[in-house]
Each structure stands twice: as C-alpha cells, then as structure tokens.
C-alpha cells in the first residue's frame, strides 16, 4: 500500500461534516475538475498567485502540478501538506497546513479554498478547524498564520472566529495593482480558548518524523 512508503496517505482528519485526506489521483482529478468549474467570483481574484485568471484547462492542470511540486519537494524542514476535505462522499474544496523550521519556531500557515457552490456552508471553518488541531494537538505548534485581502470578509471571518488576532499588512500587485492583506496569528491560548469544532484525528503516529517532530 502506498501508505507504507509514504504515511501521509493514511492521515485523515474528521469533523462533523468533513473528512479530509491527502488526495489519491481519483481524488485530485475531482479536486482539479472542482477548481475548473470556479472557485471564487471572476470579478475578484482572492489570491496573491493569479492562477484562476487562467483558462479552466490550465486552471485544473495547475491543481495538479501544485499537489505534485509539494509531494516531491517535501522535507522535515520544508512542507506543505495539502489535503482535500471530502462532505457526503464529494470533494467540495482543498485546505493546506504548511511550515518552514518547524521543528524550531512552532509555527504554520494555512490556506484554503472551495468549490463556489459549496461557498456558505460552513466547511471553511471545519476545515481550518481540522488542520488547527493537527497543528496544535498533533504536532505541537504554538502559532498559526493565515492572510487575506481585506476584501475578503469570509475568509477573514474564519480567522475570527476562530480565534486570531491581526498581526500588521502586506502589499501585493494582483492584475496590475497594488493591493494591501491582513495578516492574522493564533497562538496556542487563543486556539484552545476558540476550539469549539470536534475533531479527531488518525493515523498521525507514523507521519511524526515527515513533519520534522
């Protein structure tokens, strides 16, 4: 099995709605099909990289070359693990735990998005939820990142709700302007003051020394 020469495929996170996982190729297809149909309102762009401004073929081709890059690039000190959440046995979107020196500074980063019909249930907030507590119960990280635009209420409103605190600006140039981000951190006390979302997480033992712990 593949999850023998590479444990990350056995980790799964549950919510109450969700189960997220590191796609198999079945599953990153429907990932990459998700991303082709929209993810987001064209008349905005809530990324720093403008990789939805492209056609929908390339769109989904940039879905996959994403997940590979991570998978072969990966190191203890260097990851990005990027998992699909799966609601009523159907992708609806993909959220992202990453870190740099982990094993060090304690600290990740997230990033997620959804397919547009699936925008307004609720799963953002799950699946920020699921990878918190991989980070923070799992793995023992003391902090977590996360930026958007300021345009970006849903986004920021996850944040929110669960818990972080604004942490300055950056600028950016997207299609040709600048434009300025809110950074955002939660450390361990205000992510155990804001956990309200059950999660449970599995086959986290064998991945340990992956993620540099």
């Known amino acids: 099995m593949i999850a023998?020469?590479?444990?990350?495929?056995?980790?799964?996170?549950?919510?109450?709605?969700?189960?997220?996982?590191?796609?198999?190729?079945?599953?990153?297809?429907?990932?990459?099909?998700?991303a082709k149909g929209g993810v987001h309102d064209p008349a905005v762009q809530p990324f720093v990289a403008e990789w939805t401004d492209a056609t929908p073929e390339r769109v989904a081709a940039s879905v996959l070359q994403w997940s590979w890059n991570n998978w072969a690039r990966w190191q203890p000190e260097s990851w990005s693990l990027g998992l699909v959440a799966i609601a009523g046995g159907r992708v609806v979107g993909t959220q992202s735990v990453e870190a740099n020196r982990f094993a060090g500074l304690r600290e990740v980063g997230t990033g997620s998005w959804l397919g547009r019909a699936e925008h307004g249930r609720g799963y953002g907030t799950e699946m920020r939820a699921a990878v918190l507590e991989l980070a923070f119960t799992?793995?023992?990280?003391?902090?977590?990142?996360?930026?958007?635009?300021?345009?970006?209420?849903?986004?920021?409103?996850?944040?929110?709700?669960?818990?972080?605190?604004?942490?300055?600006?950056?600028?950016?140039?997207?299609?040709?302007?600048?434009?300025?981000?809110?950074?955002?951190?939660?450390?361990?006390?205000?992510?155990?003051?804001?956990?309200?979302?059950?999660?449970?997480?599995?086959?986290?033992?064998?991945?340990?020394?992956?993620?540099?712990?």
């Open 138 to 213: 799992g793995l023992g990280a003391q902090f977590a990142t996360s930026e958007a635009f300021e345009d970006n209420h849903a986004s920021y409103g996850v944040s929110r709700k669960l818990g972080y605190a604004d942490d300055g600006i950056s600028r950016h140039v997207v299609r040709g302007a600048p434009l300025v981000s809110r950074r955002l951190r939660l450390d361990r006390a205000g992510w155990e003051k804001a956990r309200t979302i059950p999660v449970t997480i599995e086959g986290l033992d064998g991945c340990m020394g992956m993620f540099g712990v």
């Open 4 to 34: 023998d020469q590479w444990p990350l495929f056995g980790l799964v996170l549950r919510t109450p709605r969700l189960e997220l996982r590191l796609p198999d190729l079945e599953r990153l297809a429907e990932l990459a099909e998700l």
